[in-house]
């Protein structure tokens, strides 16, 4: 029995890895691909889902949403994923068009008729809280919610502080964790190190000889780049993918704990910042007779801390090997 996704996401080279990997689950019927504005702006992250779309040969329907923040100048991620998202290769425009509804108008429409969905967010929330301050009832209606973002309790990449998703839109992300959607959290961290595509790995999707394999090294070739530079690190770092590995096979977590977590909004330095109550010192705050702004919050998130890195890239590796 297949299982139904919907994926909010701003389409660049990670996310389109992403994308792959769902749309070519076997068992699993992607219902909608929302976009946002993020990584690049809305026309280009829209034109990139729709692309990558069409590598996969599936005519789901794509939808265009919100091309800024709620509150916020609107900061691309240009300058890490190339101008056009995908590494600058060139790449054709797609031969489809977006749908002519709104992003958050399908969104709203496609949870209420499937019971029991799975959302999975791969870039700024603002599509999803939308949604949610227009209907909060969807809630009932999704089974999880696979968030790509935040930095728990690490670096960030954007700031010393936050990670890039929650750092664009920090209201938007607050009020989705402050919504009662059950939140899988995967963070940034899960796939630097040895969970980045690392160069044996390249050689390996290389040599698979698929189009689908090629475009997946080649579409990150300038984020390989920029990733280097930031880090220090070398390989391919894909948090969407290995996001996406979680929202396919839970069992890819193999550490994860629930908590309170919120968002950081008012603060210049820490704007962003995922704080993670992870010792629950806030929510018992009461007992101790210390005031937080926290106190008495209960778990809102489930944070994936580790991931099997070996079974993380055979499933990217079986969604690229197909012709």
């Not at 010393?160 to 939140?183: C, H, K, T």
């Not at 977590?253 to 992870?278: F, I, K, Q």
């Amino acid at each position: 029995m297949s299982r139904s996704f919907l994926i909010d996401t701003d389409t660049a080279s990670d996310d389109a890895v992403a994308l792959i990997m769902a749309l070519r689950a076997p068992d699993v019927e992607v219902a909608a691909v929302t976009v946002v504005a993020g990584n690049v702006p809305l026309e280009q992250a829209t034109q990139n889902a729709l692309y990558t779309a069409e590598l996969c040969g599936s005519a789901v329907p794509v939808y265009a949403g919100a091309a800024r923040p709620l509150l916020r100048e609107y900061q691309h991620a240009q300058w890490f994923h190339g101008r056009d998202g995908l590494g600058d290769q060139g790449y054709p425009p797609p031969r489809r068009k977006p749908e002519t509804k709104h992003a958050v108008d399908a969104f709203i429409e496609v949870v209420s008729a499937n019971p029991g969905i799975v959302v999975v967010s791969l870039g700024p929330l603002t599509n999803v809280a939308l949604a949610l301050a227009r209907a909060p009832e969807i809630v009932k209606n999704v089974s999880r919610c696979v968030v790509m973002g935040g930095n728990a309790c690490t670096e960030g990449n954007v700031t010393p502080a936050a990670e890039y998703n929650m750092w664009v839109d920090p209201e938007a992300a607050r009020m989705v964790l402050r919504s009662g959607l059950p939140i899988e959290l995967a963070p940034w961290h899960l796939c630097r190190g040895e969970a980045a595509l690392l160069a044996a790995d390249i050689e390996y999707v290389l040599g698979l000889v698929t189009e689908l394999a090629t475009f997946t090294i080649r579409c990150n070739s300038t984020a390989m780049k920029a990733h280097q530079r930031q880090t220090g690190e070398t390989g391919i770092s894909l948090p969407d993918p290995t996001a996406m590995a979680i929202a396919l096979d839970p069992t890819i977590c193999t550490r994860s704990s629930r908590h309170y977590v919120d968002v950081e909004t008012d603060s210049e330095l820490t704007r962003g910042m995922t704080v993670v109550d992870r010792l629950g010192v806030a929510a018992d705050g009461r007992n101790r007779g210390v005031w937080h702004p926290l106190l008495d919050r209960g778990p809102n998130a489930s944070v994936c801390w580790e991931i099997d890195i070996p079974r993380w890239k055979e499933l990217l590796y079986a969604s690229l090997r197909m012709p």
